[in-house]
């Protein structure tokens, strides 16, 4: 990779069980819209392994991408490679946290395309993570509630 990669790691504590969640986030796949209760990650296309995204920052910018070459291990792993304002790759490691509960890693390995953000990476690199982060803790959030929700 290349000098402006990033790399990113999340861990998700989601209040289900890994196979469970594994299976949820699977059904959802195969849907319009597979990512219903994440608001700042929106999908404006789903054509076949293809899902085009947008995801929404707390500073007011936007990233554009698409992710495909779906790779899913049942119940233990998805991974996926991404082009756009975002090329790279993600993995997705699903494995038993507390009691019923999962340790969702989030991996992502990415450059920034935009010839924006690559202008004024320099500068706005440590904002550009810290949007990450908070894109991410907001996912997480809203997964564990969405899934409250859904009983």
């Not at 990669?5 to 195969?30: G, I, K, M, N």
């Amino acid at each position: 990779m290349s000098d402006r990669a990033y790399e990113f790691r999340s861990v998700w504590d989601v209040a289900e069980p890994p196979d469970r969640l594994w299976r949820t986030l699977e059904q959802f796949l195969e849907q319009d819209d597979p990512l219903p209760w994440w608001n700042a990650v929106t999908v404006t296309g789903h054509h076949g392994e293809e899902i085009d995204l947008v995801a929404r920052s707390a500073f007011g910018y936007r990233l554009r991408f698409t992710v495909y070459d779906l790779d899913l291990q049942p119940t233990t792993s998805m991974r996926f490679r991404s082009r756009g304002d975002l090329e790279g790759s993600a993995a997705l490691d699903f494995a038993a946290g507390s009691p019923g509960r999962t340790d969702l890693t989030i991996d992502w390995h990415v450059d920034a395309t935009a010839p924006w953000m690559r202008r004024s990476e320099r500068l706005l690199r440590p904002l550009f993570e810290l949007a990450h982060d908070l894109v991410m803790r907001s996912g997480e959030r809203r997964l564990n509630r969405w899934l409250r929700q859904r009983g």
